[in-house]
């Protein structure tokens, strides 16, 4: 496939995003997207077959996504404290930008008694966003950045809350500081006190 064709898969799945955040996964069709983005629907058949299709596909790029941009930074021997931070900054932003959230639609798709549970990319993504953040606390605590934790039950803690909150959000009023008061007590638990404290 082609840049151009690229680039309208791109804009498809940008605009699918929004309207699987606003309507959740269940209510969005392929007529829905085609309105969205202005393709007929045999441009939009070219690219993709289903709605499921789409979403599993914007599904699966976050923890891609995530990994990659870790792992460069592993590699490129950036601080853990630093690439923590600039973790934990784009959850916050993300946990509290509810209109947004994909959370609904994830819990709609899955729950379908029709998705297979062999092919469930929820759990290949949880394996891959904590593969990433294993690797991130292991690389801080070899550093002597971060505490000796347990790294799985960390992540843990991470994703449930980040998750936790999500949903939450979609189901009431949230207060706007509760995201940046987990993320700071997940830093305090991971950071030595010395680099918390600039000491």
Not at 64 to 70: A, F, H, L, P
Request: glycine letters at 4%; a negative charge.
């Amino acid at each position: 496939m082609g840049l151009k064709g690229e680039k309208t898969k791109q804009e498809i799945r940008e605009n699918a995003y929004r309207l699987f955040a606003e309507k959740g996964f269940k209510e969005v069709t392929m007529k829905d997207i085609c309105e969205r983005t202005g393709l007929s629907r045999g441009g939009l058949y070219r690219h993709y077959e289903s709605t499921e299709q789409i979403f599993l596909e914007i599904v699966n790029a976050f923890s891609d996504q995530q990994k990659n941009e870790v792992f460069a930074k592993i590699e490129q021997r950036i601080s853990a404290a630093r690439i923590l931070e600039e973790l934990l900054s784009r959850y916050v932003s993300e946990m509290n930008d509810y209109e947004n959230s994909l959370s609904l639609a994830i819990y709609e798709f899955y729950s379908n008694p029709a998705i297979s549970k062999e092919d469930n990319s929820v759990k290949k993504q949880y394996e891959i966003s904590k593969s990433t953040w294993v690797e991130l606390i292991n690389y801080g605590i070899s550093r002597k950045e971060f505490n000796s934790v347990n790294p799985e039950a960390v992540f843990n803690v991470i994703v449930f809350a980040y998750q936790g909150v999500r949903m939450y959000s979609r189901l009431m009023k949230m207060d706007h500081n509760i995201p940046a008061q987990i993320m700071d007590e997940i830093k305090r638990f991971l950071l030595l006190e010395e680099i918390q404290y600039g000491k």
